[in-house]
Every structure is written in structure tokens, then in C-alpha cells.
């Protein structure tokens, strides 16, 4: 096995989905939490200049979509099939291009919160509408058993009810999964105990 080292800020962000994935399967690993003062310094030894990096011995792994994969890979969540995968990354991805809508890192506390409200009132719905079509009456996204969309619906769901407690109301489909995520018990092991943290 491998020695896995997760390093990103102490927030869920775009680590948590690969920290599900640690959690469900029980993979011991490293969850190197940074602070923000620390960011300048850290960054200027990053290839890339961003966060998450997954180390795997001593191989390092930037991309949360793509040390998510890997992880998933790993672990048998990334779907049964070469075409499961391929239904499992359009899910993953999909919520991507979702999410990547939000103006994270805009300082205008005005200019965010328009746009914030813009993509939650025009947006959500396409995204919630085409999920519950794609889940059906299922009770895993993709085939007979869960995947990592699964987990990264879950992840990501929980910053879209952070800005709109009652974004999930009218799809009721959707607040199911993300339960089902959660009660597992290794992930809801995990949610117990880490960190609270408003992103």
C-alpha cells in the first residue's frame, strides 16, 4: 500500500471528495491541513500554484478531479465498466463546470452575491433536473453500487445548502442520495469528527 499524503487548506473545498474516498474505504493517509499564512511561502514550491496534491509515495498528484479518479481507481469506485467510468465522470464533471460557476475569489462582496444569486435562481435547476434524470430510480448514480459521484454529489451538495438552506426542497431525489452518502458509516465516521469549516 502505498504511503498517501492529502495536502489542502482546513476546509471540505475541492479535498473532500477524495477524503470520502479515503474514509469509505479505509485507506490511512496523511491529511496535511494548511494554514493560510502558510499559503505564500507553500505556494512558491508548487508546480502549479494551487491546492489540493495528493503524494503517492513520491509521485505528486495535482487536480482534485484527478486525484479523485485515481483514488477511485484504486479503490473500485470509479465504476464497474470503461463505460460505467465514462457515466461516472460526466456526473463528476458536470457538477464541476456547476460549481466552477461560482465567483469563489471575487472580492466584491456586491458583485459576488449578484452573481451568486443569479447562478442559484438560473442555473440549479438545470443542474437538479438533469441529476434526478440521470439517477432515476436508482439508488446510486451509476449501475448497482456506490461511486465517487455519489460521494462528490454529496461533497458538493453540502456548499449549495450552505448558500440556500432550501436549494434541494423541490428535489427531494437528490436530498436522498446525498443522505444515503452520508449515512454510511464510514463516511458519517468521518463527518463526526472533522474539522467544521464554512467551505
Request: contains cysteine; aromatic residues 10%; glycine residues 4%.
Amino acid at each position: 500500500m502505498p504511503n498517501y499524503k492529502l495536502t489542502y487548506f482546513k476546509l471540505r473545498g475541492r479535498a473532500e471528495t477524495a477524503r470520502y474516498i479515503f474514509a469509505y474505504s479505509g485507506i490511512k493517509y496523511e491529511d496535511d491541513t494548511i494554514e493560510r499564512s502558510d499559503w505564500a511561502n507553500l505556494k512558491q514550491t508548487l508546480l502549479f500554484k494551487q491546492l489540493p496534491i495528493l503524494r503517492v509515495d513520491a509521485i505528486e498528484i495535482n487536480q482534485s478531479t484527478a486525484i479523485g479518479r485515481y483514488l477511485a481507481r484504486e479503490t473500485g469506485l470509479a465504476g464497474k465498466s470503461n463505460l460505467e467510468q465514462a457515466q461516472v465522470d460526466a456526473i463528476v464533471d458536470t457538477i464541476n463546470d456547476f460549481m466552477n460557476l461560482f465567483p469563489w475569489t471575487e472580492r466584491d462582496q456586491d458583485v459576488k452575491q449578484k452573481r451568486t444569486k443569479d447562478i442559484l435562481a438560473n442555473n440549479v435547476p438545470t443542474l437538479l433536473e438533469g441529476l434526478c434524470k440521470l439517477l432515476g430510480d436508482r439508488t446510486w448514480f451509476v449501475g448497482d453500487s456506490v461511486t465517487w459521484a455519489d460521494f462528490h454529489w454529496a461533497v458538493c451538495s453540502i456548499t449549495l445548502t450552505n448558500l440556500n438552506s432550501d436549494i434541494l426542497h423541490n428535489y427531494p431525489k437528490m436530498l436522498a442520495l446525498k443522505e444515503r452518502v452520508e449515512a454510511l458509516p464510514r463516511i458519517a465516521s468521518w463527518i463526526e469528527q472533522r474539522p467544521k469549516t464554512p467551505l
